[in-house]
């Protein structure tokens, strides 16, 4: 059934609270932590043994990560139109397909050409199993408490980036680099159950309605059978002013957060920290970020998306400036505050896009945003570093991490983001 069938289906309010809540939140939050945790997080356990094992060099393996987020932004564009045209669930299926090969052909590589082709795949597999599609998977779901909904998804993300580096590690040290990596292999595979069994293309496959959206509906905020919008072309996307505002705010925020979090420990060395202290500046940051996804969602119910979302890129600009300062002291307070502020943006950039194109055409959004957040996010690091060799100190780098956040904020107050959460009670 298509989405414009959703308003002809028998209304199930329990039922579709109990589908949306408690399977495909809870489905997709384990997809995420899974996909995003093992190759955001997880794979750094493995670089010192394909350092070692391969005899590279550092920025060699670092490549591999630039390669993962360069195909994983340019295949989304392809795999968020498939994920609009045929379906989340033989994109998600055939994303889990490609990211399980990747590590099982990671633990036999044995040389830098086989290590680079392993991540290569790992980012086509990304754009079928990643955040982009998730989101859609998703949003679909929910007119109302869309961003509560992402809160508690995304979640799966910062705890998988917290737990695999650690498991990972101990993997490989009790039964080598390819053991590690073939229990990644069948980690991935085994999403395919709840891809499955939990995903459903649309509410109303299952003669239901998005969650909220009868109360949408009664109080006039939009007509029936269209909370899922228009369906978009590439070009009508792009040519659209609230795109690029939007746009521009996701690769400032994604360079900005990458910049800050992968040159953090070499910041403090330089400010006389010593490496086992500064590495555990991570902590904050992710605890931050976490409360930061979700508690964002639950203030989007009582304030609107906007708001909030604002409120969080002032957090992430304040954290900039006390970086700007150079004092090893706000050091731990500017983690805390940017983790809060970052983990809020996160959560609510992906809400905001099926705000202001709704869910019908989410993929290809979503697909041409992560081609921004993902170029954002891979140059952040290395200009960062860049500027650092050059002057000596983090400085200038944090300079343009300031920069760029207060331009991401002026694109967010000159957004209109039509949200109804603030306007309806919650159901």
Same mark, same amino acid.
Request: charge should be neutral; glycine fraction near 12%.
């Given at each position: 059934?298509?989405?414009?069938?959703?308003?002809?289906?028998?209304?199930? +309010?329990?039922?579709?609270?109990? #589908?949306?809540?408690?399977?495909?939140?809870?489905?997709?939050?384990? *997809?995420?932590?899974?996909?995003?945790?093992?190759?955001?997080?997880?794979?750094?356990?493995?670089?010192?043994?394909?350092?070692?094992?391969?005899?590279? =060099?550092? @920025?060699?393996?670092?490549?591999?990560?630039?390669?993962?987020?360069?195909?994983?932004?340019?295949?989304?564009?392809?795999?968020?139109? %498939?994920?609009? $045209?045929?379906? /989340?669930?033989?994109?998600?299926?055939?994303?889990?397909?490609?990211?399980?090969? =990747?590590?099982?052909?990671?633990? &036999?590589?044995? =040389?830098?050409?086989?290590?680079?082709?392993?991540?290569?795949w790992m980012g086509a597999g990304l754009s079928g199993c990643g955040l982009a599609i998730c989101v859609v998977a998703v949003s679909r779901w929910f007119v109302l408490r869309r961003g509560r909904a992402l809160g508690i998804v995304l979640a799966g993300t910062s705890l998988g980036n917290a737990i695999f580096p650690a498991i990972f590690t101990r993997l490989i040290a009790s039964g080598g680099l390819d053991f590690a990596a073939d229990v990644a292999g069948w980690m991935v595979l085994a999403l395919l159950v709840l891809v499955a069994f939990a995903i459903a293309e649309w509410p109303a496959d299952k003669a239901l309605r998005p969650f909220g959206?009868?109360?949408?509906? @009664?109080?006039?905020?939009? +007509?029936?059978?269209?909370?899922?919008?228009?369906?978009?072309?590439?070009? !009508?996307?792009?040519?659209?002013?609230?795109?690029?505002?939007?746009?521009?705010?996701?690769?400032?925020?994604?360079? =900005? *957060?990458?910049?800050?979090?992968?040159?953090?420990?070499? #910041?403090?060395?330089?400010?006389?920290?010593?490496?086992?202290?500064?590495?555990?500046?991570?902590?904050?940051?992710?605890?931050? &970020?976490?409360?930061?996804? %979700?508690?964002?969602?639950?203030?989007?119910?009582?304030?609107?998306?906007?708001?909030?979302?604002?409120?969080?890129?002032?957090?992430?600009?304040?954290?900039?400036?006390?970086?700007?300062?150079?004092?090893? %002291?706000?050091?731990?307070?500017?983690?805390?505050?940017?983790?809060?502020?970052?983990? @809020?943006?996160?959560?609510?950039?992906?809400?905001?896009?099926?705000?202001?194109?709704?869910? $019908?055409?989410?993929?290809? /959004?979503?697909?041409?945003?992560?081609?921004?957040?993902?170029?954002?996010?891979?140059?952040?690091?290395?200009?960062?570093?860049?500027?650092?060799?050059?002057?000596?100190?983090? !400085?200038?780098?944090?300079?343009?991490?300031?920069?760029?956040? +207060?331009? +991401?904020?002026?694109?967010?107050?000159? %957004?209109?983001?039509?949200?109804?959460?603030? !306007?309806?009670?919650?159901?």
């Amino acid at each position: 059934m298509s989405p414009g069938a959703a308003a002809a289906a028998v209304p199930g +309010a329990v039922a579709a609270r109990f #589908h949306g809540w408690w399977v495909v939140v809870p489905a997709v939050a384990v *997809i995420l932590l899974v996909t995003n945790g093992l190759t955001a997080g997880g794979i750094a356990a493995f670089d010192p043994s394909i350092i070692q094992g391969l005899g590279v =060099s550092r @920025a060699d393996v670092k490549l591999g990560d630039a390669i993962q987020l360069g195909v994983t932004a340019i295949l989304t564009i392809g795999t968020g139109w %498939l994920a609009d $045209r045929f379906g /989340v669930r033989i994109v998600m299926a055939a994303g889990s397909v490609a990211l399980a090969s =990747s590590f099982f052909v990671l633990g &036999g590589v044995d =040389s830098l050409a086989d290590y680079y082709w392993a991540r290569f795949w790992m980012g086509a597999g990304l754009s079928g199993c990643g955040l982009a599609i998730c989101v859609v998977a998703v949003s679909r779901w929910f007119v109302l408490r869309r961003g509560r909904a992402l809160g508690i998804v995304l979640a799966g993300t910062s705890l998988g980036n917290a737990i695999f580096p650690a498991i990972f590690t101990r993997l490989i040290a009790s039964g080598g680099l390819d053991f590690a990596a073939d229990v990644a292999g069948w980690m991935v595979l085994a999403l395919l159950v709840l891809v499955a069994f939990a995903i459903a293309e649309w509410p109303a496959d299952k003669a239901l309605r998005p969650f909220g959206a009868e109360q949408v509906e @009664a109080l006039g905020l939009a +007509a029936a059978g269209d909370a899922a919008g228009p369906e978009l072309t590439y070009r !009508q996307i792009l040519s659209n002013p609230r795109f690029w505002l939007m746009g521009i705010a996701a690769f400032a925020t994604f360079y =900005s *957060i990458l910049a800050v979090n992968n040159n953090m420990i070499l #910041h403090m060395q330089n400010l006389g920290v010593r490496p086992e202290t500064g590495s555990l500046i991570a902590l904050p940051l992710f605890l931050a &970020g976490l409360v930061g996804k %979700l508690v964002s969602g639950w203030l989007t119910d009582l304030y609107g998306r906007k708001p909030v979302w604002l409120v969080s890129l002032a957090l992430m600009l304040v954290a900039a400036g006390m970086l700007a300062l150079m004092s090893a %002291l706000l050091v731990p307070f500017a983690a805390v505050v940017m983790g809060l502020g970052w983990g @809020a943006n996160y959560t609510l950039l992906q809400a905001v896009a099926g705000d202001v194109f709704g869910t $019908r055409s989410l993929g290809r /959004v979503m697909g041409a945003v992560t081609v921004l957040d993902a170029g954002g996010g891979a140059i952040g690091p290395y200009v960062t570093a860049r500027f650092a060799d050059a002057s000596g100190d983090y !400085q200038a780098g944090f300079l343009v991490v300031l920069a760029l956040v +207060a331009m +991401a904020l002026f694109c967010a107050s000159r %957004l209109d983001v039509p949200t109804p959460d603030a !306007q309806v009670k919650s159901p």
